[in-house]
T-cell receptor, first 111, second 114 residues
């Protein structure tokens, strides 16, 4: 059974700082990995999706990397802003359409 | 939001009563999913559908049933609600581009079982 872990559970940084969120998974036989953002009381917003054959994806100030062999993915946020404050979730999908989520990292960017 | 709506958005019910949650999508996506989100557990898959009348169980399917009689609607039913089913329920769809899919989520339904 795939297990997905996100460390740290919470992170607080000053505005403008670059930061990295970590996601690790136990089974490297994945189909894809997706990063989401969730604001309090809201649904999930898809940020980036990395296929199993890819190493990274970029969207604006966000960059996600994938290293299947080590079971790790990182989400890099450049020049953080208070509006980036949210919980960030990673989810790993296997070849049987089973998607497993991490518990998330709650990010606070202080003005 | 990929045209996903959920109803109701909030519901309070009593133990033992039946409850049906509805997910509606407007973009003809084949795959639809129901998740629940609980503190300490993250999101867990309850059931999913890969077409009209085609459904399969997820990680936490006990106590839940689903139906999909039309492409646009995916219903989640709690036949006899229990307090352990108090949760936030999210519907999602898969949007396929080439060889892979991206999941998009609805706004969620907060269910409280007293």
């Amino acid at each position: 059974k795939q297990e997905v872990t996100q460390i740290p559970a919470a992170l607080s940084v000053p505005e403008g700082e670059n930061l990295v969120l970590n996601c690790s998974f136990t089974d490297s036989a994945i189909y894809n990995l997706q990063w989401f953002r969730q604001d309090p009381g809201k649904g999930l917003t898809s940020l980036l999706l990395i296929q199993s054959s890819q190493r990274e994806q970029t969207s604006g100030r966000l960059n996600a990397s994938l290293d299947k062999s080590s079971g790790r993915s990182t989400l890099y946020i450049a020049a953080s802003q208070p509006g980036d404050s949210a919980t960030y979730l990673c989810a790993v999908k296997d070849n049987n359409n089973d998607m497993r989520f991490g518990a998330g990292t709650r990010l606070t960017v202080k003005p | 939001d990929a045209g996903i709506t959920q109803s109701p958005r909030h519901k309070v019910t009593e133990t033992g009563t039946p409850v049906t949650l509805r997910c509606h999508q407007t973009e003809n996506h084949r795959y639809m999913y129901w998740y629940r989100q609980d503190p300490g557990h993250g999101l867990r898959l309850i059931h999913y559908s890969y077409g009209v009348k085609d459904t399969d169980k997820g990680e936490v399917s006990d106590g839940y049933s689903v139906s999909r009689s039309k492409t646009e609607d995916f219903l989640l039913t709690l036949e006899s609600a229990t307090s352990s089913q108090t949760s936030v329920y999210f519907c999602a769809i898969s949007e396929w581009r080439g060889p892979t899919d991206t999941q998009y989520f609805g706004p969620g339904t907060r269910l409280t079982v007293l």
